[in-house]
């Protein structure tokens, strides 16, 4: 199974990577999962040269960064209609995204679960995103019993039993 990590990214203080590092070792340890970190995976399908340079171009070439960002949104936008089996988004206060609701608008559209972990209340959190989701979850560790309960090694074991 993939799980994509999904949250703020370019906006969010340490690009997102904290609770993305924090979280994989459990989902490829104790699930047996494969994980796509999109805030690790800054080359994705760019040219050495877009890699090096496509966030100067968003202020001084705002046409080369355009094309730049739609071939990351392609790339992410594929990878999660294609092949990820579940999303896992992380969700805070001062979170800023433009592509995290359209990355839970995809998953929803193609049924594939989206599990959101916030501290926020619903009320603050977007209706859009609400919808997209099957899950809320207050904490990581909730989440993770959650996970353990539903995709553990011996649950999919048993399934390919069936």
Request: hydrophobic share 40%; proline share 4%.
């Amino acid at each position: 199974m993939l799980a994509y990590l999904c949250g703020p990214i370019e906006f969010a203080e340490d690009n997102g990577r904290l609770w993305r590092r924090k979280l994989g070792p459990f989902l490829r340890e104790t699930l047996g999962h494969r994980v796509y970190d999109p805030a690790e995976d800054e080359e994705k399908n760019l040219t050495p040269e877009e890699i090096a340079h496509f966030r100067e171009w968003k202020s001084t070439d705002l046409e080369r960064f355009r094309r730049v960002i739609r071939k990351i949104i392609a790339f992410d936008l594929d990878l999660i209609e294609n092949k990820a089996d579940y999303l896992i988004c992380s969700w805070d206060a001062l979170a800023k995204s433009g592509g995290t609701s359209a990355e839970m608008t995809v998953a929803y559209r193609k049924g594939i679960p989206v599990y959101l972990v916030t501290t926020l209340p619903a009320a603050e959190i977007s209706g859009w995103m609400l919808g997209c989701t099957d899950q809320v979850f207050a904490t990581v560790e909730e989440l993770k019993e959650f996970l353990t309960a539903r995709y553990s090694r011996e649950k999919q074991n048993q399934l390919w039993k069936d």
